[in-house]
């Protein structure tokens, strides 16, 4: 349970404070970033669909912080280190946590937490803005980069399982 509840139905919903109930295109992202145990396995299953579009996405966070360690250590080590707030107000919830993008225990990265919607207010001083700023545009340009994503459009029936802390979706 969580405060959305057990299973929740994603349909068009202006009145909820979250991405996920508009027909919007939701970018590469992690659930829970706001939360201090954000979600681990995660599914998606697909109901009914009428429509166009609609495809679910999936993009290897762990080949991203790879890619950052051996072509952009300087951003690796940004986006390692800075603890970056993520925050939800709705619902008659408010919840805010901050951890790296990529969150490492003992030297051994254990959770990718990224989502730009989510993202509370960056109370940093100018150089360490300049700093962060490039590192996140570059972690999601990446992310979003078709040659990172998995695409599948769900049919009525099928589910699709994944690690929320290790895979964008």
Do not use: K
Request: proline share 5%; net charge negative; glycine share 8%.
């Amino acid at each position: 349970e969580t405060i959305f509840g057990g299973f929740w139905e994603f349909t068009d919903d202006l009145s909820r404070a979250d991405t996920a109930y508009t027909n919007i295109e939701l970018l590469a992202h992690t659930d829970g970033t706001y939360s201090h145990d954000a979600p681990g396995l995660q599914m998606l299953h697909c109901l009914r669909f009428e429509g166009t579009g609609g495809a679910s996405t999936l993009v290897d966070g762990f080949a991203l912080a790879e890619w950052f360690r051996h072509h952009r250590p300087e951003m690796f080590d940004v986006l390692a280190t800075t603890m970056i707030p993520g925050e939800y107000l709705g619902d008659g919830a408010h919840l805010r946590a901050e951890r790296p993008v990529l969150r490492h225990h003992q030297g051994v990265l254990q959770q990718v937490s990224f989502n730009t919607a989510d993202r509370a207010a960056l109370h940093m001083s100018p150089d360490q803005l300049d700093v962060l700023y490039p590192a996140l545009v570059e972690f999601e340009r990446r992310a979003n980069d078709p040659v990172n994503i998995w695409e599948h459009v769900l049919a009525p029936g099928e589910a699709l399982l994944f690690d929320n802390w290790r895979v964008l979706h």
